[in-house]
């Protein structure tokens, strides 16, 4: 059975604003990656990156607010709401 490589973009102009991000995600988790190729990476320290790219990709939207109390007459509660895609 051979496997099938989706990992191309749909819009070839994207590949330097994509380089550009995962550099990113890589300083902000830890990871040294460099231009090219990066074969000495661990699994982990790959998968980190890439984690760290989905992480800001798919944001959790957060809504609170303060709202009267249904049991206790006078008293407020903070309502929390959040919102996101969980994989």
């Known amino acids: 059975m051979s496997s099938k490589n989706n ?3 749909n819009v070839p ?3 330097e ?4 991000f995962k ?3 890589a300083s902000e988790v830890g990871v040294n990656l460099k231009e090219g190729y990066n074969g000495d990476l661990t699994s982990r320290e790959a998968g980190s990156v890439g984690g760290q790219m989905v992480k800001k990709m798919i944001p959790v939207q957060t ?3 303060q709202r009267t109390d249904r ?3 006078g008293h407020q509660v903070t309502v929390t709401y959040r919102a996101g895609l969980y994989l």
Not at 17 to 20: Q, S, V
């Open 17 to 20: 604003a994509m380089d550009k």
């Open 63 to 65: 809504a609170s607010f």
């Open 7 to 9: 990992n191309k973009l």
């Open 13 to 15: 102009e994207a590949r």
């Open 23 to 25: 550099m990113e995600a």
């Open 71 to 73: 049991t206790a007459r």
